[in-house]
């Protein structure tokens, strides 16, 4: 057992919707990063979040944004979905420059 | 953009095998290079190398990093049916807000 929960397990969208991905990090880590695995792919990072504020980014547009509050928790949200957001989104917590610790992730498909 | 490239994509074996997981990477400069277990969602972590040349060992599995070859390998002896799973390799930066660069993935299958 990790420690690192998401919510929902799983998720089915139109396109043009947009979702929030929820995020609790294990307990005295202070670092969460956001993963899409495609399927066949491995985890592409989207960003980091360090005590409240965006920490490193990957190359996912705007419409990517996050959230990290006081108790290190997190959110994904994601505009304007697009067909080729279905994936599973993973999070995983650490201190800084640790290894990380992955939650179970949320399947999101758009239909 | 700096890769990391897993090699095989796929691998199919006999229990009782053992295996070795190559991973192959770009950049000279980084923090660590690290391998997770992926067997349904939650990829689990195994090993931290940030050192070449020092094995690390937990059971049955080990790994090394090559810096000089910009490499590293995961072995597994004596292989089980548990084994099954996708192993990923992935690349730390030098910064500690650097982006974490994680392979394709191994997908190993134990036939019993």
């Known amino acids: 057992e990790t420690g690192v929960t998401q919510s929902p397990t799983h998720l089915i969208k139109t396109r043009g919707q947009q979702v929030t991905l929820r995020c609790s990090s294990q307990s005295g880590h202070n670092t969460v990063s956001w993963y899409q695995q495609a399927l066949g792919q491995g985890p592409q990072f989207i960003f980091q979040?360090?005590?409240?504020?965006?920490?490193g980014r990957g190359n996912f547009p705007p419409r990517f944004s996050g959230l990290q509050f006081p108790n290190y928790s997190s959110e994904l949200n994601v505009n304007a979905l697009e067909l080729d957001d279905s994936a599973l989104y993973l999070c995983?917590?650490?201190?800084?420059?640790?290894?990380?610790?992955f939650g179970p992730g949320t399947r999101l498909t758009v239909t | 953009e700096d890769k990391v490239v897993q090699s095989p994509l796929s691998l199919v074996v006999h229990e009782g095998d053992t295996v070795t997981l190559n991973c192959s990477y770009e950049?000279?400069?980084?923090?660590?290079l690290l391998w997770y277990k992926q067997e349904k969602k939650a990829p689990t972590f195994l090993f931290m190398l940030t050192s070449s040349g020092i094995e690390k060992k937990s059971g049955r599995l080990s790994s090394i990093l090559d810096k000089k070859e910009l490499s590293s390998i995961l072995n597994i002896t004596a292989t089980q049916t548990g084994d099954s799973a996708i192993y990923l390799c992935?690349?730390?930066?030098?910064?500690?807000?650097?982006?974490?660069?994680f392979g394709k993935g191994t997908r190993l299958h134990i036939l019993p």
């Open positions: 979040y360090y005590r409240e504020e965006e920490n």
């Open positions: 950049v000279t400069n980084f923090r660590s």
């Open positions: 995983a917590s650490s201190l800084p420059g640790n290894e990380q610790y």
């Open positions: 992935a690349r730390g930066g030098l910064n500690r807000d650097d982006k974490i660069i």
